[in-house]
């Protein structure tokens, strides 16, 4: 047997190596854009930083350092100039899309840091792998800008895989929808007719605020938002406004909310304050061509009937008062049964001894004032 050479004994020692093939090497020399490991071949492997990451401009002297012992996967066996073209970022694309189809297969529910928001939906990586989220998968809720999401750590699953077609795609939708419910199942269970709860205002419209209540939504309406007159929801309540309510009903998975709390309820103490003969002030509401209503504080009006206006005759409320117009008068009929009060000013100019005409003519349209009431 013929004796080798010293250069073919050390060629034969040196392993072979293919493409697609993983390699074990030790760093040997960083540059900021490349890295150079010593595989045991023949030749060195180069890993530039387009195949070590992502993230462009990134220095790599940062990120690995001489000794370090890290595998790489081979791209090319000579690229070109004699050495090993490597990559570090596709072997952990690999090893991520083993990941995902594992993830994939357990209905796995996976985190990641989203890492570009693009017109139809979000990028997250896995592992050097990346998972396409659409829009549509997004969120329970249509949301026009998703820029929100940008560096933000989501929960997602994986509901489709195909690495050869490079289609993965995750789902955050159904993750909130099953919270929701669970929440919602929750708070059903907690909640009862009566207690008072806390909330966030979701949403505001022309005849109420939608509360979210976390788990469900409760519907404040525009009656239910103050023992006074609400006029406009929207300029007394806004979007992420902190709300203490009241439940009045709860029908199925309809909840009504009130901040009518019983214990402020004005005509708990109106007996006394507004018994007849007291002289009481307030704001005209409103106006009708048979009186005006007053308000005397929030939650309580009172009616000057057109005839109690004044000693002179009054063709209509309009002709002498204004909205807004602060006045004061006498009380000349209280029903706190039914929550209607009578007014008059012509009592404070008239003699003392009419004042009790005064209270009958003041109750000639005490049925219109049902019926304006129950109209609005």
């Known amino acids: 047997m013929s004796e080798l050479s010293f250069e073919q004994m050390l060629e034969e020692s040196l392993k072979t190596i293919r493409t697609g093939e993983i ?25 530039p930083r387009s195949e ?7 220095d790599l002297r940062t990120l690995v350092h001489v000794g370090d012992e890290m595998e790489a996967k081979v791209v090319k066996v ?71 999401y940008a560096g933000q750590d989501i929960d997602f699953v994986i509901t489709e895989f195909n690495p050869k077609r490079r289609r993965v795609i995750g789902d955050r939708k159904q993750l ?24 966030v205002v979701k949403n505001v419209t022309d005849f109420g605020a939608f509360i979210d ?20 929801p929207k300029k007394v309540f806004h979007s992420g406004d902190q709300v203490r309510a009241l439940i009045k009903d709860i029908s199925g998975e309809k909840i009504a909310l009130s901040l009518k709390f019983p214990e402020e309820n004005p005509w708990v103490k109106a007996a006394e304050k507004y018994a007849v003969g007291n002289v009481v002030s307030g704001r005209v509401a409103r106006m009708t061509d048979f009186g005006a209503f007053v308000e005397l504080e929030p939650g309580v009006d009172a009616l000057l009937h057109v005839s109690q206006i004044s000693r002179e005759h009054v063709e209509k409320p ?59």
């Open 23 to 47: 390699v074990t090497g030790k760093v040997i020399d960083v540059k900021e854009d490349e890295i150079v490991l010593n595989i045991g071949y023949k030749s060195d492997g180069i890993i």
């Open 52 to 58: 070590y990451t992502n993230e462009s401009g990134v």
């Open 78 to 148: 000579n690229d070109g100039e004699g050495q090993v073209a490597l990559s570090y970022k596709r072997l952990a694309a690999d090893k991520g899309n083993k990941r995902l189809e594992e993830a994939f297969e357990n209905h796995e529910v996976l985190t990641a840091k989203v890492a570009q928001v693009l017109d139809g939906g979000l990028s997250v990586i896995v592992d050097e792998a990346r998972v396409f989220i659409p829009a549509s998968l997004v969120s329970d809720t249509y949301e026009k800008d998703l820029t929100k």
């Open 176 to 199: 909130m929808i099953a919270k929701k419910a669970e929440m919602q199942k929750a708070l059903f269970e907690r909640i009862h007719v009566g207690d008072t709860v806390e909330g």
């Open 213 to 232: 209540l976390g788990g469900a939504d409760g519907l404040l309406h525009i009656s239910e938002m103050s023992w006074g007159r609400v006029e406009n």
């Open 318 to 376: 309009s002709d002498v008062l204004s909205i807004g117009q602060e006045i004061e008068a006498k009380v000349v009929d209280f029903n706190g049964e039914d929550h209607k009060i009578s007014l008059s000013i012509k009592a404070l100019q008239a003699p003392a001894d009419h004042s009790h005409e005064d209270a009958d003519v003041a109750d000639v349209d005490i049925a219109a004032v049902a019926a304006e009431n129950s109209a609005e």
